[in-house]
């Protein structure tokens, strides 16, 4: 791997969770240290990764992740360090283990995936030059709150606005509604995807259409009697009843279903999936990035489910629905069902774009596949 410094240095890899910028180090942390720099993580030109951990009284600390933990090893101020070595660019969950126990690294970048907060690095991919940051205008990531019916809570959406939508107060836009993967939420695709600058770039190359991003968290949590329970089964009805209205009524958008799409990574992609096939009077186009027409089950063959039906009605299907965008990494373990779905959709006469990326279940492909289906949607309408 030979990383060119315009990767290592670009402020799209330090952008975080916790902060836009790398974090200040505290100040007693410092002293301690004899004002000693420290980096928690910093990614060489040939693609190995530097990691510090500062723990004084530990005994032993151990890093990297699950096919390849390395041993850290621990100067006389307390500071652990070694080098992983990670076979692929992308970003990357970053492990850190002290005396056994599985910790955060307040050193190291932070983000959120999985349920819990985690420790992630940035392997740039010297193939994604669309995702850095550039010197272009740059659009607006907002975050609004609205009162939904479903779940009788106040619920929190990211919206991206177009770099214009500030200035020009006539224009209305389309929206897409795009979701994350399971064990994410509403924060993922700004601070683990990177969208806004993605769109950003497409915008100032007149690659894309401008138009609004909304995303929610699927992750949805219903009180019912006292009790809270995990709800995302009703995310799509809670998009319809709150987030739909609420964003039609706050922002300029175009609210018709020509001008309305709907996307997702993984369990996004399914919510996404049913949602187009369900309410494709509502939305005019998907994008399934890691997804399927149906959900598949570990251990267990895929099950066609009711909604799929309408896939037996092509004519109607095709007028309604475009693009039907489909994405999945090369080495992703359902490669083969991705296949199998788009040689079923050739047969019934679906327009089925499929594309496949290098990498496998990660961010990696979740970007690429939003960048190209970006340059598709509302194309021309």
């Given at each position: 791997?030979?990383?060119p410094?315009?990767?290592l240095?670009n402020?799209?890899?330090?952008s975080?969770?916790?902060?836009f ?9 410092n002293?301690?240290l ?18 510090c ?7 032993e600390?151990?890093a ?18 070694g080098?992983i070595?990670?076979d692929e ?6 492990i ?17 995936g999985?349920g819990y ?9 010297v193939?994604q030059?669309f995702?850095l940051?550039?010197?272009?205008p740059?659009?607006?990531v907002?975050m609004e ?8 809570e ?8 177009p770099?214009?939508y500030r ?39 007149g ?15 219903v ?5 809270i ?12 009843k ?11 958008t175009?609210?018709d279903?020509?001008?309305r ?6 369990m ?8 187009i096939m369900e ?7 998907a994008g ?7 959900p598949?089950m ?13 896939l ?7 007028r309604?629905?475009?693009p039907?965008f489909g994405?999945i ?8 069902l ?16 499929q594309k496949i990326y290098?990498?496998?279940?990660e961010?990696?492909?979740?970007r690429?596949?939003?960048h190209?289906y970006?340059?598709?949607?509302f194309?021309?309408?």
């Amino acid at each position: 791997m030979n990383i060119p410094e315009k990767f290592l240095k670009n402020q799209t890899f330090e952008s975080r969770s916790i902060g836009f910028n790398r974090q200040l180090v505290p100040s007693i942390v410092n002293r301690n240290l004899k004002n000693k720099r420290l980096v928690g993580t910093e990614v060489l030109a040939d693609g190995k990764v530097k990691v510090c951990l500062y723990g004084p009284t530990a005994t032993e600390v151990t890093a990297g992740y699950p096919d390849h933990m390395v041993d850290l090893e621990k100067d006389d101020d307390g500071m652990w360090s070694g080098v992983i070595q990670y076979d692929e660019p992308g970003q990357k969950q970053l492990i850190f283990y002290v005396d056994g126990v599985r910790v955060i690294n307040p050193l190291a970048p932070i983000g959120y995936g999985w349920g819990y907060g985690i420790n992630i690095i940035e392997v740039p991919d010297v193939d994604q030059d669309f995702l850095l940051i550039k010197d272009v205008p740059h659009g607006t990531v907002s975050m609004e709150y609205f009162n939904s019916t479903v779940t009788g809570e106040t619920e929190c959406c990211y919206v991206y606005t177009p770099p214009k939508y500030r200035d020009d107060l006539t224009t209305r836009y389309p929206v897409l509604y795009l979701q994350h993967g399971g064990g994410e939420n509403e924060t993922c695709w700004v601070n683990l995807g990177k969208v806004n600058f993605i769109m950003d770039n497409l915008l100032a190359e007149g690659k894309c259409e401008p138009f609004i991003i909304v995303m929610n968290n699927a992750m949805m949590q219903v009180n019912k009697d006292g009790v809270i329970k995990e709800a995302t089964d009703q995310f799509n009805d809670m998009l319809i009843k709150d987030s739909i209205p609420f964003i039609d009524s706050h922002y300029r958008t175009i609210p018709d279903k020509t001008h309305r799409a709907v996307a997702g990574l993984s369990m996004g992609s399914l919510l996404a999936g049913r949602m187009i096939m369900e309410h494709y009077d509502v939305f005019g186009s998907a994008g399934l990035f890691t997804g399927y027409t149906y959900p598949v089950m570990p251990n267990q063959p895929p099950t066609p489910q009711p909604w799929t039906e309408v896939l037996n009605d092509a004519e109607t299907f095709n007028r309604e629905v475009n693009p039907f965008f489909g994405a999945i990494g090369d080495h992703e373990v359902s490669l083969p069902l991705f296949e199998k779905e788009g040689e079923a959709c050739k047969e019934k006469g679906i327009n089925y774009i499929q594309k496949i990326y290098p990498g496998y279940h990660e961010w990696r492909v979740w970007r690429a596949a939003f960048h190209d289906y970006a340059q598709l949607v509302f194309k021309n309408k």
